[in-house]
């Protein structure tokens, strides 16, 4: 069964910037990347690189500021996040699959999951 470690969270604050890593135990899936979730609220897409076309996708909420970055040899993404807010603090999820392209911002698209770090930004 793949896993996921996930690295990076932090306690900053707004303005500041932060890389989150993950690093998958293997090479079976083709998407892997980054779901959020704050206290109270939903599950929200953030990033995933998709090897299947060789190309990120984003969440219509990342405004710009964030960028995936990955090597697939090492099966490792990291998500550089810049100008963070304080609507960014939740806890940040890797997740692997193999998801079709008009359900890669679906949680339910992907099959692994990391347990998570937790990133809060403080105003």
């Known amino acids: 069964q793949v896993q996921l470690v996930e690295s990076g969270g932090s306690l900053v604050k707004a303005g500041d910037s932060l890389r989150l890593s993950c690093v998958a135990s293997e090479r079976s899936f083709r998407a892997l990347g980054w779901f959020r979730q704050a206290p109270g609220k939903e599950r929200e897409f953030v990033a995933v690189?998709?090897?299947?076309?060789?190309?990120?996708y984003y969440g219509d909420s990342m405004e710009g500021r964030f960028t995936l970055s990955r090597d697939r040899a090492k099966n490792t993404v990291w998500l550089q996040m810049n100008s963070l807010k304080p609507e960014d603090s939740a806890i940040y999820y890797c997740a692997a699959g193999d998801p079709i392209l008009t359900t890669i911002r679906r949680g339910a698209s992907y099959k692994y999951w990391g347990q998570g770090t937790q990133v809060t930004v403080s105003s």
């Open positions: 690189w998709n090897w299947g076309n060789n190309r990120p």
